[in-house]
């Protein structure tokens, strides 16, 4: 099978070549010739050599079109040019059908700020800020620069015209606290200042009526009491609290308790021989943050207790008084500490406050 060549465009020697013998000379025709080959293919083509080399340069063609025009005798060359074309639009097609399909098929974006697992090794952009950074420094902190707590003078038990009087001995407790951190306006929203709670309230009195009988008197104050002054919640005493004006400034507060309990020497025709009684509470020092009274920040705290015991010479017959025949009384430190301790304080009315006749608000029983 003869292959056609590929026409040498721009040589003259060679077009004449080719058309020569593409295109036979008719010998029955007279042809004029030239003596020169580049005149005799200028002649042939209707130019002269002159025009075909002051012809300007044809424009670049596109390449398929070039080949669709030189081979019009190959219909399948086009023809699968064109399948070609056609085949790589129904891939475009389908590429782009498939990237929808995928689009659609993509979970919602999430827009909590939880971090999803997949990118558990990666939780910078979800972690909780450094110690350092400005939002942790923001946090006002406190720390105790003293806390110091004692018992002072004596345990008492007088009797009087009509009652016995049982005073402990008085409780003191003096202490202070830096506010660091934050900023003045933030320490600002703090106070510092002390909370007492009454956990154990148990006393019981003795006495005897005309007929010889024996009665007892009991009062108790049953669970966490709260102790202090009625509506001044959640403090001890409000004149004892010191409010913060700015960071990195120490304050100091004090908190000082002498528990007394009036015990009647008689009630109707009933007169007192003996009684004992026993209190236990716990304070704390703490600060704590403007309309937030339910969430102290506990710095220290002291348990304590007091209790008594005696009998008298009052009663019925012959050589009766108002006088004590035996006395026994004991006020104690017990357990203190740094934070909150073990005990969970009551910061809520209504408070324990002495009462000034016990035991009319007692229970009477058959000893």
Same mark, same amino acid.
């Given at each position: 099978?003869?292959?056609?060549?590929?026409?040498?465009?721009?040589?003259?020697?060679?077009?004449?070549?080719?058309?020569? @013998?593409?295109?036979?000379?008719?010998? $029955? =025709?007279?042809?004029?010739?030239?003596? /020169?080959?580049? *005149?005799?293919? +200028? &002649?042939?083509?209707?130019?002269?050599?002159?025009?075909?080399?002051?012809?300007?340069?044809?424009?670049?063609?596109?390449?398929?079109?070039?080949?669709?025009?030189?081979?019009?005798?190959?219909?399948?060359?086009?023809?699968?040019?064109?399948?070609?074309?056609?085949?790589?639009?129904?891939?475009?097609?389908?590429?782009?059908?498939?990237?929808?399909?995928?689009?659609?098929?993509?979970?919602?974006?999430?827009?909590?700020?939880?971090?999803?697992?997949?990118?558990?090794?990666g939780k910078e952009r979800f972690s909780p800020p450094p110690s350092n950074?400005?939002?942790?420094?923001?946090?006002?902190?406190?720390?105790?620069?003293?806390?110091?707590?004692?018992?002072?003078?004596?345990?008492?038990?007088?009797?009087? @015209?009509?009652?016995?009087?049982?005073? $402990? =001995?008085?409780?003191?407790?003096?202490? /202070?606290?830096? *506010?660091?951190? +934050? &900023?003045?306006?933030?320490?600002?929203?703090?106070?510092?200042?002390?909370?007492?709670?009454?956990?154990?309230?148990?006393?019981?009195?003795?006495?005897?009526?005309?007929?010889?009988?024996?009665?007892?008197?009991?009062?108790?104050?049953?669970?966490?009491?709260?102790?202090?002054?009625?509506?001044?919640?959640?403090?001890?005493?409000?004149?004892?609290?010191?409010?913060?004006?700015?960071?990195?400034?120490?304050?100091?507060?004090?908190?000082?308790?002498?528990?007394?309990?009036?015990?009647?020497?008689?009630?109707?025709?009933?007169?007192?021989?003996?009684?004992?009684?026993?209190?236990?509470?716990?304070?704390?020092?703490?600060?704590?943050?403007?309309?937030?009274?339910?969430?102290?920040?506990?710095?220290?705290?002291?348990?304590?207790?007091?209790?008594?015991?005696?009998?008298?010479?009052?009663?019925?017959?012959?050589?009766?008084?108002? &006088?004590?025949?035996?006395?026994?009384?004991?006020?104690?430190?017990?357990?203190?500490?740094?934070?909150?301790?073990?005990?969970?304080?009551?910061?809520?009315?209504?408070?324990?406050?002495?009462?000034?006749?016990?035991?009319?608000?007692?229970?009477?029983?058959?000893?």
């Amino acid at each position: 099978m003869h292959e056609r060549k590929r026409r040498e465009r721009g040589n003259p020697v060679a077009e004449k070549a080719r058309s020569d @013998a593409d295109f036979p000379p008719n010998h $029955s =025709e007279s042809m004029p010739r030239e003596s /020169s080959p580049v *005149a005799a293919v +200028g &002649t042939r083509f209707g130019r002269t050599a002159t025009q075909m080399l002051e012809a300007k340069p044809r424009p670049a063609e596109n390449p398929v079109q070039r080949q669709e025009e030189a081979a019009p005798w190959k219909p399948a060359v086009t023809l699968q040019l064109h399948e070609n074309k056609r085949l790589a639009r129904a891939g475009e097609e389908k590429g782009a059908q498939a990237k929808s399909i995928a689009l659609q098929r993509l979970p919602e974006r999430k827009t909590s700020l939880q971090t999803p697992k997949s990118q558990e090794k990666g939780k910078e952009r979800f972690s909780p800020p450094p110690s350092n950074s400005p939002l942790q420094r923001a946090a006002v902190t406190f720390t105790s620069t003293a806390f110091n707590t004692t018992l002072g003078g004596d345990d008492a038990i007088t009797p009087g @015209a009509n009652y016995v009087s049982v005073d $402990s =001995e008085t409780f003191d407790m003096t202490g /202070s606290a830096q *506010a660091t951190g +934050g &900023t003045n306006v933030k320490a600002q929203q703090w106070t510092l200042g002390t909370i007492q709670t009454l956990y154990k309230d148990s006393e019981l009195n003795y006495y005897k009526d005309s007929k010889g009988t024996t009665w007892k008197s009991v009062y108790s104050v049953s669970g966490a009491t709260r102790d202090g002054d009625q509506g001044q919640i959640p403090w001890y005493d409000n004149g004892d609290c010191r409010a913060y004006t700015a960071t990195n400034q120490t304050r100091a507060t004090a908190l000082d308790d002498q528990p007394y309990s009036p015990i009647p020497w008689e009630v109707g025709d009933k007169r007192l021989t003996r009684s004992s009684g026993t209190m236990e509470f716990c304070m704390w020092m703490i600060a704590l943050k403007n309309g937030d009274e339910k969430n102290p920040y506990y710095l220290n705290y002291q348990e304590w207790t007091t209790g008594w015991s005696f009998t008298t010479n009052y009663g019925y017959g012959t050589g009766v008084s108002k &006088t004590l025949a035996t006395s026994n009384q004991n006020t104690a430190l017990t357990n203190n500490g740094v934070g909150k301790g073990g005990r969970t304080p009551s910061l809520v009315d209504p408070v324990a406050n002495t009462k000034a006749d016990r035991v009319v608000a007692s229970k009477w029983q058959k000893a």
